[in-house]
């Protein structure tokens, strides 16, 4: 019995030890744009195209979440640009477009964290930028 439980053990801990658990954080805005200007991340808005209107974080790129769930070439070039260990930063209107998102592209292998919302941007006194 006492083979078994060791047997147990040794395989948990080499399950822990190699694998990748690769989860969603949450982020600030403040440190989004810490991570932003190192260069350390990119940030991406998945508003829709109605909602960019009113500004998008300085420095984001958008891709729309209808786009994501079409599959578009912007979103397959995207990835195929974007290295997996350089952190993404999602945000939405309320959070929940980005946390799709985000749980989307932590599956693909993508370190991600996820900022929330626009407004918590805007509330932060972040720069906003207008898209044309």
Not at 4 to 28: M, P, Q, R
């Amino acid at each position: 019995m006492a083979r078994f439980w060791t047997f147990i053990l040794v395989a948990l801990t080499f399950t822990a030890c190699f694998s990748k658990t690769n989860t969603v954080k949450a982020i600030t805005p403040l440190e989004t744009q810490g991570m932003l200007r190192n260069d350390f991340a990119v940030v991406l808005d998945v508003r829709e195209e109605g909602e960019v209107k009113e500004g998008m974080a300085q420095g984001a790129l958008w891709i729309a979440k209808s786009k994501i769930d079409a599959d578009a070439p912007e979103w397959k070039s995207f990835l195929e640009k974007h290295p997996k260990h350089k952190q993404i930063i999602v945000y939405c209107r309320s959070g929940n477009r980005s946390g799709k998102v985000a749980d989307l592209l932590v599956k693909q292998g993508y370190q991600v964290s996820n900022m929330g919302t626009f407004s918590s941007w805007q509330k932060a006194g972040l720069p906003v930028t207008i898209p044309h």
